[in-house]
Structure formats: C-alpha cells, structure tokens
C-alpha cells in the first residue's frame, strides 16, 4: 500500500490537488486515456476516483501514521473541501479540469453522502481543530442538502442522481446510495446531536429492510454482476462502520451515566445513596 501511494504521489498527483483520473501503463496522460466508462467528458480528475483514493489513504493512514501519509491525506482533504465541494451548489462536482472547474451538472446524492463521512473522519485522525470544524461544516452542509432533495417523502430511502441545470431527479433507488446515506446521517447525529440526522439513518435503514433486502436469500436484491461486490464490501462496510458508531455512542452513554452517579454520590449524603439508587 505505502508503494502504491508513493507512485501515485510521484506520476498522478497535480501540484493544484488531486490525482489525474487515469494514465497508460507508463503513467502517461492524455486526454484520450480519460475516457472510459465512468467518465464519459474525459475529466482530469474525477469525484468518483479521487474520493476512492480518498477513502484508501484515509485507511491506509489509520494503519500507518507516518509523517508523509498523513501528509497525502491532508492534501486530498484540502483538495476535497477546497476545490470539490461546490459551495454554490451544495454538492460535489463529479467531473473537473485540471483548475477544478466543474464539467458536468451531476448531483451524485451516494457520493455527497459518503463523503462527508470520510472528510469528518480523515479530519479527526489529522486532529487538526480547524480542519476538523470545515469537515464538519460541510458534512452537516452537504447531508442537509442531499436529504432534503434526495429523500423520497414517501417511501423512504434516498434517490440516485439529480441534475443543476435541468433539475430534474432520477428516482432510481441503488443500493450503495442508501448504505452510505445510513452511514453519513448516523455521522451527523454523532457530533452535532440533532435528532434529525438519526431519523434520517433510521428512515434508510428500514427503507433498506423493506425493499432492498432478500431476508429469504440474505442478500440484497440487485442486478446479478453487484452481488459480488456488493457481498465483500459495500454490505461489510456498511454495517462495520454502523456498529463501530453505535458501540462509540453506548460508551459515551455509559461514561454519562456512570458520571452521573459519581457526582450525585459526592453530593448525596452515602446514608441515603442506596435510597436513590437501590
């Protein structure tokens, strides 16, 4: 992993931010070489791959904390919330120029939503106080926006993709986009206390069990080639990521609740302590 990051930092990186979407097999760039199925304007740099590599930085950090990954990591924060998220907007830009200037009008409300988990966490490894307030700012900011357009009033769960210039909203609900949105709720509920981000993860998650899940089969109804990956990594990802923020807020509550009875035993005379609490 650290050999990879060195390459990619060494041929991919641009002094601007970011990471070069694609490059021949001798690290070659042209424009040619960036189109391909997940980029169809042959953008330089793209949300999907940069936010992935993002994501595999943020990981690779967390395993080895050494001065020059933290570093890359700290590079792609502030390339992501300086020049990805589109302020204006609300939104990430999906396809960008080398300068950042945005290609497309593409609202990806799975790739808000899981981004704005990754730049809170990446943040807070780094441990930098005003890096950890811009995250949050716009974990809060993005999540704000992509359930209020992106969240179906009716049956619940968050739809796939919007477009600025048109407005319109493809309503297509896919299963990533609601395991993400379960995660990046459940975030925001984590540090700003606001029962709304809870609701919202709880909407997704039931949405989820109601119409996304095979409970005869234990998979989730999908398209038969996203099975696989959907088995070895979306799915264990989602659910790993709920339980560690779950198992964080029951040892907050616990450590509340044991406070709790700390003070009052030191302010309620111990004779009648077992009153109180027998």
Not at 18 to 46: C, E, H, M, P, Q
Not at 56 to 77: F, G, M, T, V
Not at 234 to 255: G, S
Request: net charge negative; glycine share 6%; hydrophobic share 45%.
């Amino acid at each position: 992993a650290r050999q990879v990051l060195s390459l990619l930092n060494r041929h991919m990186k641009y002094p601007q931010g970011g990471y070069a979407d694609s490059a021949a097999r001798d690290w070659l760039r042209d424009d040619w070489i960036n189109f391909w199925v997940k980029n169809r304007t042959g953008a330089a740099k793209l949300l999907n791959s940069n936010m992935h590599l993002f994501e595999a930085i943020y990981n690779l950090a967390q395993a080895a904390p050494e001065p020059w990954i933290l570093q890359s990591l700290r590079d792609e924060l502030e390339f992501l919330l300086g020049t990805v998220v589109d302020r204006k907007l609300h939104h990430l830009k999906a396809a960008m120029d080398v300068s950042g200037a945005r290609l497309d009008h593409e609202i990806n409300y799975g790739h808000d939503a899981e981004c704005s988990y990754l730049l809170t966490g990446a943040a807070e490894l780094l441990g930098d106080a005003d890096l950890i307030r811009r995250a949050r700012e716009t974990a809060v900011d993005l999540m704000d926006h992509v359930l209020a357009e992106g969240m179906d009033p009716e049956y619940g769960g968050l739809y796939y993709i919007g477009d600025s210039a048109s407005g319109e909203i493809n309503r297509a609900k896919i299963w990533w986009v609601q395991a993400e949105g379960i995660t990046a709720s459940f975030n925001c509920y984590q540090f700003t206390g606001d029962r709304r981000y809870l609701d919202a993860a709880v909407n997704i998650w039931n949405y989820v069990e109601r119409y996304v899940v095979n409970h005869d089969l234990g998979v989730h109804l999908l398209y038969l080639y996203t099975v696989l990956r959907t088995q070895i990594f979306n799915v264990p990802k989602i659910l790993t990521e709920i339980q560690r923020r779950m198992l964080r807020v029951y040892e907050r509550a616990v450590f509340t609740i044991l406070q709790i009875h700390i003070d009052l035993f030191l302010v309620i005379p111990f004779s009648n302590y077992n009153r109180y609490f027998s």
